[in-house]
């Protein structure tokens, strides 16, 4: 989204299913919105795109909705990096060669040992922190046959990220610190300057600082524009008698600001046919909201932490690993169905892979290089 959009613009053009990711300082996730489709379809909720909808929604009738993954995979490409103001590039300049649709930029990786350490602001139950630190403790976690498909399993399409760097090094994430804020020390209401204020008080050699923010905050931006962001920030500390940059995160709890854009499908969208929101698999729609955006995050940053690694378009709304795949969780998926997930038999809970002490989360696909496709779960 270009910088001054206000949110009526957003209102009228911005959607996105699962997030979009914008940097400047930072990477912005984005939040969804919903175009009704006519009272007597029988299919989910259609993005809004205003008229380039009308395309895919034309070109899917004409196949009789049979579409397939690899078409779909261009045709929301396309429609994604419009949607975020590439309105000057030609149709045939973005569906070019799909092999290399994310393009390394020569940059430096995470490599080896990295904690993912957790800001907790503000208020949250000990039952919310435990969703978020078994989902990290999940990425390295060894995943035996009976917990396919896992989150371990899900993080391994980051690898092929780093084979094909010239280092070809690995990145191995684990639970790092956690620091309480349950104060409030920067008000309740912060700026983009408060989370790096806040992604500071983490360790910042060989880790990734991580900002939660509850659902009481208000963040610059935060349901108007985006769901959460990374980026990276210059150090306090010096390597070699040189300052360096360490990576941070920060995502938000929209249980009661804006679930609709930020926690979906776990909510009803706040645009469009109100159909049955999706069964969170934690019973936390907040929460298990976090878990989704944090997810794609975490595979932002593994992949372009400072804004030079892998990423397609220019650097100020690049499509990375998991925004290059919007929408998408499960095989069949297509804008407004987040595709065939899997279903606790007990909470009726959708999801697409297990984690630690019996976990069941909903992440999202990311593209994989290997393919040049989305790689879902399920």
Same mark, same amino acid.
């Given at each position: 989204m270009?910088?001054?959009?206000?949110?009526?613009?957003?209102q009228?053009?911005?959607?996105?299913?699962?997030?979009?990711l914008?940097?400047?300082?930072?990477?912005?996730?984005?939040i969804?919105l919903?175009? !009704? @489709?006519? $009272?007597? #379809?029988q299919? +989910?909720p259609?993005?809004?795109?205003? =008229?380039?909808?009308?395309?895919?929604?034309?070109?899917?009738?004409?196949?009789g909705?049979?579409?397939?993954?690899?078409?779909?995979l261009k045709?929301?490409l396309?429609?994604?990096?419009?949607?975020?103001?590439?309105?000057?590039?030609?149709l045939?300049?973005?569906?070019?060669?799909?092999?290399?649709?994310?393009?390394?930029?020569?940059?430096?990786?995470?490599?080896?040992?990295i904690?993912?350490?957790?800001?907790?602001?503000?208020n949250?139950k000990?039952?919310q922190?435990a969703?978020?630190?078994?989902?990290?403790t999940?990425?390295? !976690? @060894?995943? $035996?046959? #009976?917990?396919q +498909?896992?989150?371990?399993?899900?993080w =391994?399409t980051?690898?092929?990220?780093?084979?094909?760097?010239?280092?070809?090094?690995s990145?191995?994430?684990?639970?790092?610190?956690?620091i309480?804020?349950?104060?409030?020390?920067?008000g309740?209401?912060l700026?983009?300057?408060?989370?790096?204020?806040?992604a500071?008080?983490?360790?910042?050699?060989n880790?990734?600082?991580?900002?939660?923010t509850?659902?009481?905050?208000?963040?610059?931006?935060?349901?108007?524009?985006?769901c959460?962001t990374h980026?990276?920030?210059?150090?306090?500390?010096?390597?070699?008698?040189k300052?360096?940059k360490?990576?941070?995160?920060?995502?938000?709890?929209?249980?009661?600001q804006?679930?609709g854009?930020c926690?979906?499908?776990?909510?009803?969208?706040?645009?469009?046919?109100?159909?049955?929101?999706?069964?969170?698999?934690?019973?936390d729609?907040?929460?298990?909201?976090?878990?989704?955006?944090?997810a794609?995050?975490l595979?932002?940053t593994?992949?372009?932490?400072f804004?030079?690694?892998?990423?397609?378009?220019?650097?100020?709304?690049?499509?990375?690993?998991?925004?290059?795949?919007?929408?998408v969780?499960g095989?069949?998926?297509?804008?407004?169905?987040?595709?065939?997930?899997?279903?606790?038999?007990?909470t009726?809970?959708s999801?697409?892979?297990?984690?630690?002490?019996?976990r069941k989360?909903?992440?999202?696909?990311l593209?994989?290089?290997?393919t040049?496709?989305?790689?879902?779960?399920?």
């Amino acid at each position: 989204m270009p910088e001054g959009l206000t949110t009526s613009h957003a209102q009228k053009s911005l959607f996105n299913l699962s997030p979009q990711l914008k940097t400047h300082i930072s990477l912005d996730l984005y939040i969804p919105l919903f175009l !009704s @489709p006519s $009272s007597t #379809s029988q299919h +989910p909720p259609i993005p809004r795109f205003k =008229k380039r909808a009308v395309i895919v929604v034309t070109i899917q009738k004409m196949a009789g909705l049979v579409v397939s993954s690899q078409c779909f995979l261009k045709l929301l490409l396309v429609v994604s990096v419009f949607h975020v103001s590439f309105a000057a590039r030609r149709l045939n300049e973005l569906v070019q060669d799909q092999s290399q649709l994310l393009h390394y930029h020569n940059g430096p990786l995470l490599y080896g040992k990295i904690a993912v350490n957790l800001i907790w602001y503000g208020n949250f139950k000990p039952s919310q922190k435990a969703i978020i630190t078994d989902f990290v403790t999940s990425l390295s !976690s @060894p995943a $035996s046959q #009976s917990s396919q +498909p896992s989150v371990a399993t899900w993080w =391994k399409t980051t690898e092929k990220y780093y084979h094909l760097s010239p280092r070809k090094a690995s990145l191995s994430l684990s639970l790092g610190d956690q620091i309480l804020d349950e104060t409030y020390s920067l008000g309740k209401s912060l700026t983009g300057k408060n989370l790096v204020q806040l992604a500071s008080k983490g360790g910042q050699r060989n880790s990734i600082n991580v900002v939660l923010t509850s659902a009481d905050v208000a963040v610059e931006g935060f349901c108007m524009s985006r769901c959460g962001t990374h980026g990276s920030s210059a150090s306090h500390l010096k390597k070699n008698s040189k300052s360096y940059k360490f990576a941070y995160i920060w995502v938000g709890n929209s249980e009661t600001q804006c679930p609709g854009q930020c926690a979906w499908p776990f909510h009803q969208p706040i645009y469009g046919p109100q159909s049955p929101p999706l069964v969170a698999p934690n019973n936390d729609v907040g929460l298990d909201g976090m878990v989704i955006n944090l997810a794609s995050l975490l595979a932002g940053t593994a992949t372009n932490p400072f804004g030079n690694g892998y990423f397609q378009g220019p650097a100020e709304a690049p499509l990375e690993a998991a925004s290059a795949c919007p929408g998408v969780y499960g095989k069949g998926a297509y804008p407004g169905y987040a595709g065939d997930l899997l279903v606790d038999s007990t909470t009726g809970a959708s999801y697409n892979v297990k984690g630690a002490n019996g976990r069941k989360y909903l992440v999202p696909a990311l593209y994989d290089p290997s393919t040049s496709s989305c790689s879902t779960p399920v």
